[in-house]
């Protein structure tokens, strides 16, 4: 036996899983395809959103204030700053169906937040050019999460509390035993009790077929814009944001590098045949529709895309992650599909993941994302 638990791929989620499971045990390993935080990866492109504020299924929000909680902890941990504290904006139609929804989660789940009208904004964030019936909800607690530093902090730290990283060798396979999990790369194998697979969009040739049948991996590309006066597209004066309405939408991060302003369309993942063929250049309908709308946002912003990537992510068929064992006795557990939405949970998805896989500790109130959810009777 090699070890009580292996992680298999140390991006967004498995890093964290990895730094979660080095304060648990001391015989712990992961496996990376190439290096933590690789160009490649889903963690690229600088900075994710960090919100308390959403949409959607108000059962995340114990993740969410545990993930922030985490993230805090990883910061003191590593002397890294990884969580910029800029505030986050949500911009929409008064009335309308984006906004209607994202407060009726947040006042279910309690979150803190603060009703700004076009006025207030105006303003507030003059950067922003509203729409007539344009208002804001204002997340005090949002912010935008520097993504390759979180993730080489958290594989640092879980080497330090003494675990074993292999890097450049991607896993070909897994496969149950009476003893344990059997990994293979190559001419190489090793055997643990336990092991995570959480290799985002490569991901689906390590999972069964139903699940292979429930997932898909899609492009998610980024765009990034010259402010013309940097000073005003600052974290201290511009929030993360996100522009919903039914002809555009957008989200973004304000210039954590003093230059570049992140601004990028919303929802737009495609399918993709595989992680590796994922075309890392925009089409011209995708600048176009881009520099479209940051010119109507954005004056301030030059409207020439000045920066671009894609990146592979792994979707689930209803958006949801997939973050349990694959069986009640498997010793196999998923940590992936975050569908283009994870690394804001990542601390709180990481640490679930540890627990679990090392039967630690169960949590209640998450059949949302197991893997079972898609076995059909």
Same mark, same amino acid.
């Given at each position: 036996?090699?070890?009580?638990?292996?992680?298999?791929?140390?991006?967004?989620? @498995?890093?964290?899983?990895?730094?979660? /499971?080095?304060?648990?045990?001391?015989?712990?390993?992961?496996?990376?395809?190439?290096?933590?935080?690789?160009?490649?990866?889903?963690?690229?492109?600088?900075?994710?959103?960090?919100?308390?504020?959403?949409?959607?299924?108000?059962?995340?929000?114990?993740?969410?204030?545990?993930?922030?909680?985490?993230?805090?902890?990883? #910061?003191? #941990?590593?002397?890294?700053?990884?969580?910029?504290?800029?505030?986050?904006?949500?911009?929409?139609?008064?009335?309308?169906?984006?906004?209607?929804?994202?407060?009726?989660?947040?006042?279910?789940?309690?979150?803190?937040?603060?009703?700004?009208?076009?006025?207030?904004?105006?303003?507030?964030?003059?950067?922003?050019?509203?729409?007539?019936?344009?208002?804001?909800?204002?997340?005090?607690?949002? +912010?935008?999460?520097?993504?390759?530093?979180?993730?080489?902090?958290?594989?640092?730290?879980?080497?330090?509390?003494?675990?074993?990283?292999?890097?450049?060798?991607?896993?070909?396979?897994?496969?149950?035993?009476?003893?344990?999990?059997?990994?293979?790369?190559?001419?190489?194998?090793?055997?643990?009790?336990?092991?995570?697979?959480?290799?985002?969009?490569?991901?689906?040739?390590?999972?069964?077929?139903?699940?292979?049948?429930?997932?898909?991996?899609?492009?998610?590309?980024?765009?990034?814009?010259?402010?013309?006066? /940097?000073?005003?597209?600052?974290?201290?004066?511009?929030?993360?944001?996100?522009?919903?309405?039914?002809?555009?939408?957008?989200?973004?991060?304000?210039?954590?590098?003093?230059?570049?302003?992140?601004?990028?369309?919303?929802?737009?993942?495609?399918?993709?045949?595989?992680?590796?063929?994922?075309?890392?250049?925009?089409?011209?309908?995708?600048?176009?529709?881009?520099? #479209?709308?940051?010119?109507?946002?954005?004056? +301030?912003?030059?409207?020439?895309?000045?920066?671009?990537?894609?990146?592979?992510?792994?979707?689930?068929?209803?958006?949801?992650?997939?973050?349990?064992?694959?069986?009640?006795?498997?010793?196999?557990?998923?940590?992936?599909?975050?569908?283009?939405? @994870?690394?804001?949970?990542?601390?709180?998805?990481?640490?679930?993941?540890?627990?679990?896989?090392?039967?630690?500790?169960?949590?209640?109130?998450?059949?949302?994302?197991?893997? #079972?959810?898609?076995?059909?009777?």
């Amino acid at each position: 036996m090699d070890g009580k638990l292996a992680v298999i791929g140390l991006g967004s989620i @498995g890093s964290m899983a990895l730094w979660q /499971a080095s304060r648990l045990s001391d015989s712990v390993t992961g496996f990376e395809a190439q290096v933590p935080a690789h160009g490649r990866s889903a963690v690229g492109g600088d900075t994710r959103l960090f919100r308390m504020i959403y949409r959607g299924n108000p059962d995340l929000y114990p993740i969410l204030e545990r993930s922030r909680s985490l993230w805090a902890e990883l #910061e003191e #941990e590593t002397g890294q700053n990884i969580l910029t504290r800029c505030g986050g904006l949500s911009i929409g139609t008064k009335d309308g169906a984006y906004l209607s929804a994202l407060l009726e989660t947040t006042r279910t789940n309690g979150a803190e937040h603060e009703i700004l009208s076009r006025e207030a904004m105006a303003e507030r964030y003059p950067q922003q050019n509203l729409r007539q019936d344009d208002i804001a909800v204002y997340d005090p607690n949002a +912010g935008a999460l520097r993504t390759d530093r979180a993730v080489t902090a958290a594989v640092a730290a879980a080497q330090a509390n003494g675990a074993t990283i292999h890097t450049n060798t991607p896993i070909d396979s897994i496969t149950e035993t009476a003893d344990g999990v059997l990994i293979t790369s190559g001419e190489k194998s090793w055997t643990f009790e336990n092991v995570i697979v959480s290799s985002g969009g490569w991901s689906q040739r390590l999972m069964p077929d139903y699940l292979k049948a429930a997932t898909q991996t899609k492009r998610v590309f980024l765009t990034w814009f010259v402010a013309r006066n /940097a000073e005003e597209f600052s974290p201290e004066k511009f929030p993360i944001f996100i522009r919903i309405y039914e002809d555009r939408s957008m989200y973004g991060a304000p210039a954590v590098d003093g230059v570049t302003v992140k601004a990028t369309l919303d929802g737009r993942g495609i399918a993709a045949p595989s992680a590796d063929s994922v075309p890392r250049e925009l089409s011209p309908a995708e600048l176009a529709e881009t520099t #479209e709308t940051v010119t109507e946002f954005f004056p +301030g912003l030059f409207p020439n895309v000045v920066r671009s990537d894609a990146f592979p992510d792994l979707f689930t068929k209803d958006g949801n992650p997939l973050l349990g064992r694959l069986s009640e006795n498997s010793r196999i557990y998923c940590a992936t599909g975050f569908s283009g939405g @994870g690394f804001k949970n990542a601390t709180g998805y990481g640490e679930i993941a540890a627990h679990e896989a090392l039967g630690k500790q169960t949590f209640d109130g998450l059949d949302f994302v197991r893997p #079972e959810r898609f076995k059909t009777s």
